[in-house]
């Protein structure tokens, strides 16, 4: 069974730094593109990040570049995201994904055939 498994939000102040993880199971990150996502209270969900199955260059939202680094390891199976400088805007659940998808179409949700269940972040000002 394949499965993702979110964990490391909580509630922060802004400014301050979380790391959250993507731990896969029944599936090997290493083949598949991976992918973080988030939805606000009352707005679609969006695009964060994503990372190739060979690594390069990570692909960041213009809303979170320079402030947060996605990162693999592939021992461990699992995914991270590390989040410094959390605004007030960044509050919202963040969910992980998996596609086999080409590269190229790595934006869109509706590519992503695996999701985990979601951790939910809250910056406060």
């Known amino acids: 069974q394949m499965q993702l498994v979110e964990s490391g939000g909580g509630l922060v102040q802004t400014g301050d730094s979380l790391r959250l993880s993507c731990a896969a199971t029944g599936l090997r990150i290493s083949n598949y593109v991976m992918g973080w996502f988030r939805q606000a209270p009352g707005k679609e969900r969006e695009f964060v990040v994503a990372i190739n199955r060979g690594g390069g260059t990570p692909d960041y939202a213009d809303s979170v570049k320079a402030r947060f680094t996605i990162s693999r390891d592939g021992a461990k199976n699992t995914v991270y995201l590390q989040m410094n400088s959390l605004q007030p805007e960044d509050t919202a659940v963040y969910y992980c994904?998996?596609?086999?998808?080409?590269?190229?179409?790595?934006?869109?949700?509706?590519?992503?055939?695996?999701w985990g269940q979601g951790t939910r972040v809250t910056v406060s000002s």
């Open positions: 994904a998996a596609t086999t998808i080409v590269w190229g179409l790595r934006r869109k949700d509706s590519h992503y055939a695996y």
